[in-house]
């Protein structure tokens, strides 16, 4: 089992940023995908940005140039830099992690969820 644990969120004007971190903590495998979602009233949850355990990194065309995700593999902690925030990122924000061994997914895992809230 994984256990995952969000931090950061909060309330903030347009334009302004946030630092979203996710510790993650048990069973972790050392090939693995760390990843931020998002769910907004009323929508589906979508992806916000996922990184590798080998660093390579993918985004929602929303958030590109906007948010950086990082990830510190000592610590089994992902972070999610929001800048240049808008109304519209306005969500709950959600930390997935996903185990694979030998290319096969093993367990997906996900955090209790961090609210975001961007004021126009």
């Known amino acids: 089992q994984v256990q995952l644990v969000e931090s950061g969120g909060g309330l903030v004007r347009a334009g302004g940023s946030l630092r979203l971190s996710c510790a993650a903590s048990g069973s972790i495998f050392s090939i693995n995908t760390m990843g931020w979602h998002r769910q907004a009233p009323g929508k589906q949850r979508e992806l916000v940005a996922t990184?590798?355990?080998?660093?390579?990194?993918n985004y929602a065309d929303s958030v590109k140039g906007r948010f950086t995700i990082s990830r510190d593999n000592a610590k089994d902690t992902v972070y999610l830099q929001m800048n240049s925030l808008k109304p519209e990122d306005t969500a709950v924000y959600y930390c997935?992690?996903?185990?694979?061994?030998?290319?096969?997914?093993?367990?997906?895992?996900w955090g209790q969820g961090t609210q975001v809230t961007v004021s126009s």
């Open positions: 997935q992690l996903i185990n694979f061994r030998f290319g096969v997914r093993r367990g997906d895992y």
């Open positions: 990184i590798t355990s080998g660093g390579n990194t």
